[in-house]
């Protein structure tokens, strides 16, 4: 990916990949789908969305994080153990490379792929006359009145541009005098899915076009009243700071602070400024001046930006152009039209989600409203589907009179708007809602139902690496279990008192919580397999998660390496840790897998000697996880959920379609091995799934 040198440095004597570089090299996997021609035509165009919309967060937050140390003082290089502004350099430089494979997949690949299918995306100055009146009749009906163009004083400051909205910079020139020239801006409306017009077809081809080109066809219409003879457009786009700024003493009106954090983010330092590489010199220079950016912040791109609303592509053509649908699976022996509580009191049961429906978790909520046996509800809610079934069935248990105790978490990044919503909706049906705690996002997601059987209380429970969110349920990899074991249930009881009182409880004997206790858990269970490869036994550790970056952890799977431990890692995202660098992790491997689902589970085995220990967790293994999250892991202790979770992780250490290699070069090499048989994961998964006993 960025050439054949090693990238990582040594840092407290251990070698560590830069996480900024990491992620860039996690995106360009993404890139890579993009570019697979075994991937569905219309997926691909998704992957490019995806692969922008990822891209825009990460200048919100991470460039826009380096960009503050850069400022600090002279000291952040020493504090670090990096250059923040050397970093920065380096994320331009692999961004541009980026965006023109970006353009060079869009532009030369996937657009001419479309016209063999007989699709065509054309743009303002290939409309005929017919599809030229189409177009001129949508624009007048649906877009004219929703565009108001902002006229440029160079005597007054330059508008205020908002974040990550897509902007026409125009120029107005008359042919007698053009140095007598006039700028304007137009904010082009867009949410998504009304990105594309779909233009009637002709001869069994089909056109689509863009809000952009059409606003740009009728560009005389919008300035009609001026006397000019030519007018430009170029889009561009902000990236700004969104990094909150919170006091971290306020405890009253804690959501009235966020909410001003919100408005606040809307106008944040900018950070990124992607314009078209077409734009004359003259407009790209009076804009940077006015917009104060470094060089840095200054990203070349093509015609189309905000291309994440791609995601929403209109698919004219045939099925295969896209994935075929799945038909979530059901899980064995758990019924969904008998007591779900009356199952779980016997067994533990695991949901492999996509493969299996998130059904189940909504059944689970639904009977626990109406069962007169439930008195009480617990639950921690992080990201919530846009009509969340999760918050109606907690709403319709309050109604029945059953106790509900919810955790809402307002800092779920770029989700504390709706999450607000969310909590004033809650309040308004007499729910208690818990704002979590100021210094602390609560990321586990746990409920707990309490109820009343023959004079006691028994305690269900569902845990899970994923949110309570059905949509997301159907696009990411989480497993999520079901369970009355009190091993458990006792010890969830205890973490929601102190979660209801803002205190840590410690003394968890089978829970992994954050932020006091995983630290030294994962030391300990790394540890004992170090002693166990020392003693001549067969020792290995097996773990897969998003993102890999504590140097603490990195170091001990380093020591543990030195002393024989076998490594696996599965890892989305980022990954800090080197594989294969002699003395530090020559039995280290690590692989990434892209494809379809969104890989978003957290597991962890460790050999213990032939008694395998097997947990699952909301916690990547990343500083914030770790000290700054509340998190819970926990022991797979049914031997079924734990012998089905061992041979998902199996399916997926095989895969040699889908997996990369992380490695010192970061180049996303596609993992091979001399099996003739194509082993896919999330393909096998399902097949497994489907006729496992």
């Not at 690949?109 to 290939?126: S, T, Y």
């Not at 624009?139 to 004083?153: A, C, H, Q, Y």
């Not at 304007?184 to 779909?198: M, Q, W």
């Not at 205190?503 to 030391?523: A, C, D, H, T």
Request: aromatic share 10%; charged share 30%; net charge positive.
């Amino acid at each position: 990916m960025y050439g054949t040198v090693s990238l990582y440095r040594m840092s407290k004597n251990i070698p560590l990949i830069n996480r900024e570089v990491s992620w860039l090299s996690f995106n360009d996997r993404v890139l890579q789908e993009a570019a697979d021609k075994s991937v569905p035509l219309v997926e691909r165009i998704r992957f490019l969305a995806i692969f922008s919309s990822n891209l825009d967060e990460f200048y919100r937050v991470r460039v826009a994080t380096l960009s503050r140390l850069s400022n600090l003082n002279t000291k952040s290089k020493e504090i670090l153990g990096y250059s923040p502004r050397k970093t920065l350099n380096q994320i331009k430089t692999i961004v541009v490379r980026q965006e023109r494979k970006f353009n060079h997949l869009y532009e030369d690949d996937i657009i001419k792929e479309l016209e063999q299918q007989k699709i065509f995306i054309i743009n303002e100055k290939q409309l005929n006359v017919s599809r030229g009146q189409f177009v001129k009749e949508y624009f007048r009906n649906r877009l004219l009145s929703t565009l108001v163009p902002v006229m440029i004083d160079r005597n007054k400051p330059f508008p205020e541009l908002k974040d990550r909205a897509i902007y026409f910079f125009v120029k107005l020139t008359k042919n007698k005098n053009k140095e007598k020239h006039k700028f304007a801006l137009i904010e082009i409306p867009t949410d998504g899915s009304n990105r594309f017009l779909v233009l009637p077809e002709t001869n069994n081809l089909k056109f689509i076009t863009l809000i952009d080109d059409i606003i740009r066809y009728c560009l005389d219409e919008i300035f009609f009243i001026f006397d000019y003879d030519k007018i430009e457009a170029y889009s561009i786009q902000l990236t700004r700071d969104a990094e909150l700024d919170l006091d971290r003493h306020v405890s009253e009106k804690f959501i009235d602070a966020l909410s001003k954090s919100l408005q606040k983010r809307r106008k944040g330092k900018p950070m990124r400024l992607l314009y078209d590489t077409d734009m004359p010199l003259d407009m790209l220079t009076y804009l940077v001046a006015e917009l104060d950016l470094s060089a840095d912040g200054l990203i070349p791109g093509n015609r189309y930006h905000n291309f994440k609303d791609f995601i929403s592509f209109p698919n004219v053509g045939g099925p295969e152009l896209e994935y075929p649908k799945i038909t979530p699976l059901p899980v064995n022996q758990l019924s969904g039209i008998t007591s779900i509580f009356a199952q779980i009191a016997k067994r533990d049961y695991l949901i492999n989600l996509p493969y299996q429906s998130f059904d189940y978790i909504i059944h689970f909520l639904r009977e626990a409203a109406i069962d007169p046996k439930v008195k009480e509800i617990n639950i921690t809610l992080y990201r919530l589907a846009e009509n969340s079934r999760v918050i109606h069935a907690i709403i319709n248990a309050a109604k029945n009179g059953k106790k509900v105790n919810c955790l809402l978490e307002l800092k779920a990044r770029f989700d504390e708007q709706a999450n607000i919503y969310w909590t004033n909706r809650l309040e308004e049906e007499g729910i208690e809602v818990n704002y979590g705690m100021l210094d602390y996002k609560v990321h586990s997601k746990i409920c707990l139902v309490k109820r009343l059987e023959k004079g006691k209380y028994i305690y269900y429970a569902n845990l899970a690496t994923g949110n309570f969110n059905e949509k997301t349920a159907s696009l990411y990899c989480d497993h999520s279990i079901f369970t009355a074991n009190p091993a458990i249930t006792k010890e969830l009881v205890k973490l929601f008192d102190g979660l209801h009182r803002k205190v840590f409880y410690r003394g968890f004997e089978n829970l992994v919580v954050s932020p006091l206790e995983s630290r030294q858990k994962i030391y300990g269970l790394i540890d004992s397999e170090i002693v166990n490869a020392k003693a001549g036994n067969k020792a290995y550790i097996i773990l897969k998660m998003n993102s890999l970056t504590d140097e603490d952890i990195i170091s001990r799977l380093y020591d543990a390496n030195n002393a024989g431990v076998k490594v696996n890692l599965i890892i989305r995202g980022m990954c800090c840790l080197v594989p294969g660098v002699k003395g530090f992790s020559e039995n280290i491997e690590a692989i990434s897998i892209i494809d379809r689902f969104l890989e978003h589970a957290r597991v962890w085995i460790f050999g213990n000697k032939g008694n395998e220990r097997v947990f699952i967790t909301s916690a990547d293994l990343m500083a914030r996880n770790l000290d700054h999250r509340v998190e819970v892991g926990f022991p797979i202790l049914d031997p079924d959920v734990k012998s089905e979770i061992r041979d998902i992780i199996d399916i997926q250490l095989k895969d040699n379609s889908k997996a990369r290699e992380i490695n010192q070069l970061n180049n996303n090499r596609y993992k091979k091995d001399r099996s003739k048989i194509v082993n896919r994961a999330q393909t096998d998964i399902y097949t497994y799934l489907k006729y496992k006993k």
